[in-house]
T-cell receptor, first 110, second 113 residues
Framework: QKEVEQNSGPLSVPEGAIASLNCTYSDRGSQSFFWYRQYSGKSPELIMFIYSNGDKEDGRFTAQLNKASQYVSLLIRDSQPSDSATYLCAVVGDNNDMRFGAGTRLTVKP | SQTIHQWPATLVQPVGSPLSLECTVEGTSNPNLYWYRQAAGRGLQLLFYSVGIGQISSEVPQNLSASRPQDRQFILSSKKLLLSDSGFYLC????????????FGDGTRLSIL
């Protein structure tokens, strides 16, 4: 079974701090990596994707990928209370199937 | 731009009743289509996916079925619902090929009584 693992949290950070969310995956042939944000009672919303090793920045969000370590992370700078949500890591393996982690619940405290 | 519609938003059904959830996509052709279920506080469980009309792959054996009668229409059905079928059902679409992200509909919250 190809696994995607995330700490379930909750992860609590103060407003203005950097939130760091981590994800590991077992399929070494994985090719595409995504971060979704899911507010309580809502559907997941794509916020970042990354395909190559290194960092990718989009506004306050930075995705980091290390294929050798099978590790992908999401950094949220200047965290806001509106960032409080569950963050899902998703990985597409070498057979093109997308696998989701169980999500990390983030709380940003004012 | 592409949009995905899913309905109804909420549904309360008795045990043993039938189910039909519908999902349609606009603004794209030949999308990959997916049905997921999310139990409360849990991750996403892939139920079915389709790469084309009439082509359905099942990930988990259960009393649910899926159909794709048109290119951009995906239907989730059951003949007799079980209590364990309660959950948040999500339809998603992705570009052909599978390496691109999936985009989700608003979901249907299904409660079985």
């Amino acid at each position: 079974q190809k696994e995607v693992e995330q700490n379930s949290g909750p992860l609590s950070v103060p407003e203005g701090a950097i939130a760091s969310l981590n994800c590991t995956y077992s399929d070494r042939g994985s090719q595409s990596f995504f971060w979704y944000r899911q507010y309580s009672g809502k559907s997941p919303e794509l916020i970042m994707f990354i395909y190559s090793n290194g960092d990718k920045e989009d506004g306050r969000f930075t995705a980091q990928l290390n294929k050798a370590s099978q590790y992908v992370s999401l950094l949220i700078r200047d965290s806001q209370p509106s960032d409080s949500a569950t963050y899902l890591c998703a990985v597409v393996g070498d057979n093109n199937d997308m696998r989701f982690g169980a999500g990390t619940r983030l709380t940003v405290k004012p | 731009s592409q949009t995905i519609h899913q309905w109804p938003a909420t549904l309360v059904q008795p045990v043993g009743s039938p189910l039909s959830l519908e999902c349609t996509v606009e603004g794209t052709s030949n999308p990959n289509l997916y049905w997921y279920r999310q139990a409360a506080g849990r991750g996403l469980q892939l139920l079915f996916y389709s790469v084309g009309i009439g082509q359905i792959s099942s990930e988990v054996p259960q009393n649910l079925s899926a159909s794709r009668p048109q290119d951009r229409q995906f239907i989730l059905s059951s003949k007799k619902l079980l209590l364990s079928d309660s959950g948040f059902y999500l339809c998603a679409w992705g570009e052909t090929g599978g390496l691109q992200p999936q985009h989700f509909g608003d979901g249907t919250r299904l409660s079985i009584l």
